[in-house]
Nanobody
Framework: QVHLVESGGGLVQTGGSLRLSCAAS????????MGWYQQAPGKQRELVAT???????NYADSVKGRFAISRDNGKNMVYLEMNSLKPEDTAVYYC?????????WGQGTQVTVSS
């Protein structure tokens, strides 16, 4: 089992930047896939970005070129660098880990982008 704790959310103006962090409770080097999802009010949770154990990343079309995901297996951390933020990026952002057939989620961190 792994516990995930997100931080770094907040209120930012359109065009601004934020860096989200996800701290894992144990070593993540063995976790095949980690990532970030977003859930806006009244909407389903959607993929933002994922990153494999070896560093291969994947992004939703809506964030390509603006967001960057990274992981530090030595520090048991996953990050999401968000640039050129738009009001439609407003959502709760959840850290995610997939190990075998088990999925783990953090409690989420709110990101609000004002216009």
């Amino acid at each position: 089992q792994v516990h995930l704790v997100e931080s770094g959310g907040g209120l930012v103006q359109t065009g601004g930047s934020l860096r989200l962090s996800c701290a894992a409770s144990r070593r993540i080097v063995s976790i095949a896939l980690m990532g970030w999802y977003q859930q806006a009010p009244g909407k389903q949770r959607e993929l933002v970005a994922t990153i494999t154990r070896t560093g291969t990343s994947n992004y939703a079309d809506s964030v390509k070129g603006r967001f960057a995901i990274s992981r530090d297996n030595g520090k048991n951390m996953v990050y999401l660098e968000m640039n050129s933020l738009k009001p439609e990026d407003t959502a709760v952002y959840y850290c995610y880990a997939l190990e075998g057939y088990r999925a783990y989620w953090g409690q989420g961190t709110q990101v609000t982008v004002s216009s």
